[in-house]
Antibody, heavy 117, light 110 residues
């Protein structure tokens, strides 16, 4: 079965950096686009970043563009999010989410990892 | 991209039907038939309930249905059950590999 397990969250000072990871299993990692979606405490969902199945294209929400970098490691079946110049408003639970094979939807999600700035 | 507009809360009694609206613009909801709905229970990751405006993934009860008219999408839950109590989020593809979510609607089953 599909499993997505995030790690790397924690407490960081404003201006600091953090790297999140998402270990993927139960599906062909190299065949699916992946995303990061976040949720600030008590707030709604916000799409953060997308990476194509082949890693050739990455797209970001305006709120994180230039500060966050999404990447993937096919040898480890791992998705990553490098977060630099962190701000208080980046405080959130960060979910990795697998894109569905049938369209631009998030059909599997990890349990999330909390980042506090 | 501005968040899609959803009511903050809706409620209904067991067995009744409720509808959650989701209003966007011609750049997202009105421009694509890539509208989805997610159910989120407290402390748990979201679950895909509706995609392609009207379709249900395997395992989602047919009590859940979706529709769209112009810039507004809707989720209807019929035959409400206590287990349906959760937050519901709409989401629309907004072009060039970007997505926008609604602010979320808290469903209370009375």
């Amino acid at each position: 079965q599909v499993q997505l397990v995030e790690s790397g969250g924690g407490v960081v000072q404003p201006g600091g950096s953090l790297r999140l990871s998402c270990a993927a299993s139960g599906f062909t990692f190299s065949s699916h686009a992946m995303n990061w979606v976040r949720q600030a405490p008590g707030k709604g969902l916000e799409w953060v970043a997308f990476i194509r199945f082949d890693g050739n294209d990455q797209y970001y929400a305006d709120s994180v563009k230039g500060r966050f970098t999404i990447s993937r490691d096919y040898s480890k079946n791992t998705l990553s999010l490098q977060m630099n110049s962190l701000r208080a408003e980046d405080t959130a639970v960060y979910y990795c989410a697998k894109e569905a094979s049938y369209g631009p939807y998030f059909n599997y999600w990890g349990q999330g990892t909390l980042v506090t700035v | 991209q501005s968040a899609l507009t959803q009511p903050r809360s809706v409620s209904g009694s067991p067995g009744q039907s409720v509808t959650v609206s989701c209003t966007g613009t011609s750049s997202d909801v009105g421009g694509y038939n890539y509208v989805s709905w997610y159910q989120q229970r407290p402390g748990i990751a979201p679950k895909l309930m509706i995609y392609d405006v009207t379709k249900r993934p395997s395992g989602v009860p047919d009590r859940f249905s979706g529709s769209k008219s112009d810039n507004t999408a809707s989720l209807t839950i019929s035959g409400l059950q206590a287990e349906d109590e959760a937050d519901y989020y709409c989401c629309s593809y907004a072009g060039t590999y970007s997505w926008v979510f609604g602010g979320g609607t808290k469903l209370t089953v009375l």
